[in-house]
């Protein structure tokens, strides 16, 4: 017998596989996620209707949780939720930035030097700030878990009256980079979410664009001054306070990332004012070692002479002359909120040249015109002039500080009225 012959016969000798008893189908919701559900016929009248369970690795195509991705987001460790919430919120100021120095350019004229002057300020203040430390994420849980326990403790032993004096002095506790309870971070998300973005608010607050902005303006000699990045942030000219609407657009969606969306992120409480503002910059210029220049007054002075409509090609020189015998400390930023702003320094030079030019000592002048123009109603504005002040038989110094004074006061109504309080 040849081989093939007896390996037929084996085969055909080994007797059938014994069925097993037929079981009932699963339903086809289990099996196919894609199928249109039919809930299946009762087998007896004791059985109750429930879909079966789902096997272990079967995953639901719905959100566990109110914000889609969350569980992802959350990566099962506090510190790798707070490398994620960290991550966007500095893109996010980034992008933020990145729009106020495109309006600063394209709106307000100012140079383009501008952009690439925030970009390394914003760089070095993110370095110093030592926002992206190691144990950022554990130094913050172990600071809120130290804080809580001392808030448990003393209102506990306030309670039940258990405040019994104690041999010597007890030492505070020491905070420790180390997990408290991981189960209650794990099952308090939400509070450690947020403890994560007071943290971030406190080392770069979002305002902190803003001065950024004002700091590479100054860093660049631009005429723009703290009033005025306060005023368009005010008026929705400069992006701030509705800034956040743009985040997502430009970064993509943050619920596969982060957790919290990016108005609680990055929706500021208040715009600060103009003194914060600059004192916030002259403090990031502190922090990260920058040597500042002072002002530019002279752009600065010109600004204001063409704002209050005075005469720039003769006030301007004798104001530039005071500015370089004087060059007083005023005109530096300072990270001090208290101190005068640079700002008043130059108009306080601005007015001393206009009373040396225009012989202003004094002498009730000021009050002279005042006084004349309220009493001549409708008739001509010359009528009532004292014999000093009048244009005809007068010297023009005479005549040029009545149209000063007189121009100073129209400018003063224009810029209350258009600002506000904001100067």
């Known amino acids: 017998m040849t081989a093939t012959s007896r390996a037929a016969s084996a085969i055909l000798s080994t007797p059938p596989p014994r069925r097993s008893s037929p079981t009932p189908a699963k339903p086809s919701f289990i099996r196919v996620r894609s199928q249109s559900t039919k809930t299946p016929n009762p087998v007896s009248a004791n059985?109750?209707?429930?879909?079966?369970?789902?096997?272990?690795?079967?995953?639901?195509?719905?959100?566990?949780?109110?914000?889609?991705?969350?569980?992802d987001a959350w990566g099962g460790e506090p510190e790798e939720l707070g490398t994620r919430v960290r991550q966007r919120y500095v893109q996010g100021l980034q992008v933020i930035l990145q729009q106020q120095l495109q309006v600063l350019v394209e709106r307000h004229r100012a140079g383009a030097l501008i952009c690439g002057v925030a970009g390394t300020i914003w760089v070095r203040w993110v370095a110093?700030?030592?926002?992206?430390?190691?144990?950022?994420?554990?130094?913050?849980?172990?600071?809120?878990?130290?804080?809580?326990?001392?808030?448990?403790?003393?209102?506990?032993a306030a309670a039940l009256g258990q405040l019994?004096?104690?041999?010597?002095?007890?030492?505070?506790?020491?905070?420790?980079?180390?997990?408290?309870?991981?189960?209650?971070?794990?099952?308090?998300?939400?509070?450690?979410?947020f403890i994560f973005l007071r943290s971030l608010r406190m080392?770069?607050?979002?305002?902190?664009?803003?001065?950024?902005?004002?700091?590479?303006?100054?860093?660049?000699?631009?005429a723009i001054l703290p009033t005025d990045i306060y005023r368009w942030a005010m008026e929705g000219k400069l992006p701030y306070v509705a800034a956040f609407t743009q985040v997502d657009k430009l970064l993509g969606t943050s619920l596969k990332h982060c957790p919290l969306n990016a108005r609680q992120l990055f929706r500021?409480?208040?715009?600060?004012?103009?003194?914060?503002?600059?004192?916030?910059?002259?403090?990031?210029?502190?922090r990260i070692g920058l040597r500042l220049p002072s002002v530019n007054f002279y752009a600065i002075a010109q600004h204001y002479l063409s704002e209050l409509s005075l005469p720039?090609?003769?006030?301007?020189?004798?104001?530039?002359?005071?500015?370089?015998?004087?060059?007083?400390?005023?005109?530096?930023l300072s990270s001090n909120p208290a101190r005068v702003p640079t700002r008043v320094c130059v108009m306080a030079i601005l007015i001393l040249a206009l009373r040396v030019q225009y012989s202003i000592n004094g002498q009730g002048i000021w009050e002279e015109i005042s006084e004349a123009g309220s009493n001549a109603g409708e008739s001509h504005p010359d009528a009532n002039l004292p014999p000093s002040m009048k244009p005809d038989g007068s010297t023009s110094e005479k005549f040029g500080t009545r149209e000063?004074?007189?121009?100073?006061?129209?400018a003063y109504d224009k810029i209350d009225v258009a600002h506000g309080n904001f100067q």
């Open 268 to 286: 500021p409480v208040r715009v600060i004012g103009a003194w914060q503002l600059e004192a916030t910059a002259g403090s990031i210029a502190r």
């Open 128 to 156: 110093a700030s030592k926002v992206f430390d190691e144990m950022w994420a554990r130094k913050v849980i172990a600071e809120d878990e130290a804080v809580q326990g001392l808030k448990r403790s003393s209102s506990g």
């Open 203 to 222: 080392m770069l607050p979002v305002y902190s664009t803003l001065s950024v902005c004002f700091l590479a303006c100054h860093v660049a000699r631009e």
């Open 47 to 71: 059985h109750t209707q429930r879909a079966p369970a789902a096997p272990a690795f079967y995953e639901p195509d719905e959100p566990r949780d109110f914000v889609p991705g969350a569980a």
């Open 404 to 410: 000063l004074l007189c121009a100073l006061a129209d």
């Open 164 to 193: 019994l004096p104690l041999k010597g002095q007890q030492k505070p506790p020491e905070v420790k980079c180390e997990w408290a309870d991981e189960a209650l971070i794990r099952k308090d998300r939400r509070r450690v979410e």
């Open 312 to 332: 720039i090609e003769r006030i301007l020189p004798h104001a530039c002359r005071i500015y370089e015998w004087a060059m007083p400390a005023e005109l530096w």
